[in-house]
């Protein structure tokens, strides 16, 4: 098997803003408080340069936290790290951009990130889940991401959960192009047209969930194949496929040794024969869950399911607000009456 350490920095590509961002970094979704600190700092330790995280992980504020250590402690710089965080689907009016990116930045402890990203091309009304918002829009939000650029909170901005058609017409109205598209990526949805649609454009791809929160892709047969023609796992193997398409690939986990290992994907060869494999385990299956979800196959099916939701969370916010941005924290739920309009 391939080395489980990683000593050099990863691959990187360069966006539209400028700045580069490396092709390997570390995903926090679903990387619970408590562990997630721990998984940064090994991360870091390990060489990753790229930490990709959203408010709406609800661990921002570790994240932040071991990022200071890493940064006081030498481990890392902050020119030396590319931080990723999103922007949460009820806040799209301009003041609630501008609040959104001052927590993230608050939590993450730092002046800017680097890449700041429409979470999901929804606009919904502030404090709730899935009701729209018709006094916003995603073009009048964008205007206020271009904003966190000129005001030196972004270094470059982007979108999550785009499709071709809502990319275009974005593409339409902004000044400032997205930089990144990060949508879900792996062998078995490879979205080829959608990936080719972004690259044409100058828009780069990062991939979520590249080894499809391990099933299907792990332990199919082709993956064992080529991970065996290679010495290396199948992840190693995943990982490396859709880097190769120059995709970066955002990876969580919290355990050292996989860390490590989904990081060291490049000391290995790669050819027409690996890919002719690796397309063997196509089959259009995505593994989100999200029921406001556009893209991909689980589109067609929210396209009924999402009705139905949003009906039934109608009454609840008539009387209560949520804020994702807080989850876990004083001020997460309030009434309606007294959250902000």
């Not at 060489?47 to 250590?69: P, W």
């Not at 339409?172 to 990144?180: D, G, K, N, R």
Request: glycine share 6%.
């Amino acid at each position: 098997m391939a080395s489980s350490a990683t000593s050099t920095p990863a691959p990187t590509i360069r966006l539209s803003s400028g700045n580069d961002m490396p092709l390997v970094g570390l995903g926090t979704w679903q990387a619970p408080r408590g562990v997630v600190g721990a998984a940064v700092a090994d991360a870091l330790r390990l060489g990753y340069q790229h930490i990709d995280c959203a408010a709406a992980y609800a661990n921002e504020t570790e994240v932040g936290a071991a990022l200071r250590e890493a940064f006081a402690s030498g481990t890392a710089t902050r020119d030396g790290v590319f931080v990723t965080s999103k922007l949460w689907n009820d806040r799209r009016r301009p003041d609630d951009v501008r609040d959104g990116l001052a927590q993230t930045l608050e939590d993450l402890q730092l002046e800017y990130v680097d890449l700041y990203l429409i979470h999901w091309p929804v606009v919904w009304k502030r404090g709730t889940l899935m009701q729209d918002d018709e006094r916003a829009s995603i073009a009048e939000c964008w205007r206020a991401m271009e904003g966190l650029v000129r005001d030196g909170k972004a270094r470059a901005i982007g979108v999550s959960n785009f499709t071709e058609p809502e990319l275009a017409a974005l593409l339409s109205t902004a000044t400032i192009a997205p930089a990144v598209n990060q949508i879900e990526l792996h062998p078995r949805l490879p979205q080829r047209e959608l990936v080719a649609f972004c690259q044409s454009r100058n828009i780069a791809v990062t991939a979520y969930s590249p080894l499809a929160r391990g099933s299907g892709v792990l332990d199919h047969p082709a993956m064992a194949e080529v991970a065996a023609r290679r010495g290396v796992s199948a992840a190693q193997a995943a990982l490396r496929w859709n880097v190769e398409r120059d995709v970066a690939v955002i990876p969580k986990s919290v355990t050292p040794s996989r860390i490590a290992a989904n990081a060291d994907i490049f000391a290995f060869e790669w050819g027409a024969r690996d890919n002719e494999a690796v397309a063997r385990v196509e089959d259009g299956v995505s593994t989100a869950t999200s029921p406001w979800s556009t893209s991909g196959p689980i589109g067609a099916r929210n396209r009924w399911i999402k009705p139905v939701i949003q009906l039934l969370l109608w009454p609840v916010f008539l009387v209560a607000r949520v804020d994702v941005q807080k989850m876990g924290r004083k001020g997460f739920l309030s009434w309606a009456w007294s959250a902000k309009k």
